[in-house]
């Protein structure tokens, strides 16, 4: 089955600093890269995807990227800001388009933002 | 406010005790998740319901038995538990079909101690 490891476990930056979280997957397959971000007493919540066919996707502060060949991918987030402190989750599946998505997810990297 | 509503939010039960876990989703999906969150560990999938029929079961532990009545509604019973199943029980809905886009839509879970 899919295996997903995430680095650092624990990352601090100063505030406006950028922040990279890294994660690798096992499985070729894969084809649907999520990023999850959970904040203290809440569940995971989507920030950003990117699919195979995309190298790189942006959406404001946050940025991912794959490499097919290495099966790594990466979350970057530019201008931290003290909000952006959470747990991130990076994840892998094999998307069918229909069906339910079986998501295997790291284990999470504690972003702390110091003001 | 995600549209995935968990309860109880806490719960304290002994070995011997019989105690099920709630989740009810106000967004159409058809698709339902139960995931498992401990501490320094991924989020561990444990069942998924599709269209209220159950379509992954992940080498779960006959003492935890979901039910599914609806499309809506998702249940975790829980009996003759251990202390390492103290844990973040969370609950997902993903829509089906054409519209499925891959996103999980968390509760913000049910913490559970086992004594």
């Known amino acids: 089955g899919e295996n997903v490891e995430q680095h650092p476990s624990t990352l601090s930056v100063q505030e406006g600093d950028s922040a990279v979280i890294k994660c690798t997957y096992s499985?070729?397959?894969?084809?649907?890269f999520p990023w999850y971000k959970q904040e203290l007493g809440k569940g995971p919540q989507l920030i950003i995807d990117?699919?195979?066919?995309?190298g790189e996707k942006k959406d404001q502060r946050i940025a991912v990227t794959l490499n097919k060949t290495a099966k790594h991918f990466s979350l970057h987030i530019t201008e931290t800001q003290p909000e952006d402190s959470a747990v991130y989750f990076c994840?892998?599946?094999?998307?069918?388009?229909?069906?339910?998505?079986?998501?295997?997810f790291g284990k999470g990297t504690k972003l702390s933002v110091i003001p | 406010e995600t549209g995935v509503t968990q309860t109880p939010r806490h719960l304290v039960m002994g070995m011997t005790n019989k105690k099920s876990l709630k989740c009810e989703q106000h967004?159409?999906?058809?698709?339902m998740y139960w995931y498992k969150q401990s501490a320094k560990k991924p989020l561990e999938l444990m069942f998924v319901?599709?269209?209220?029929?159950?379509?992954e079961n992940n080498s779960v532990p006959s003492r935890f038995s979901p039910e599914c009545p609806n499309s809506s509604h998702l249940f975790l019973h829980l009996h003759t538990l251990q202390p390492e199943d103290s844990a973040l029980y969370l609950c997902?809905?993903?829509?089906?079909?054409?519209?499925?886009?891959?996103?999980?839509?968390f509760g913000e879970g049910s913490r559970l101690t086992v004594l």
């Open positions: 499985d070729s397959a894969s084809n649907y």
């Open positions: 990117i699919r195979s066919n995309v």
């Open positions: 994840a892998a599946s094999i998307g069918s388009g229909a069906g339910s998505y079986q998501l295997t």
């Open positions: 319901y599709n269209f209220k029929e159950q379509t």
């Open positions: 967004l159409g999906h058809n698709a």
């Open positions: 997902a809905s993903s829509p089906l079909g054409g519209i499925n886009t891959g996103e999980l839509f």
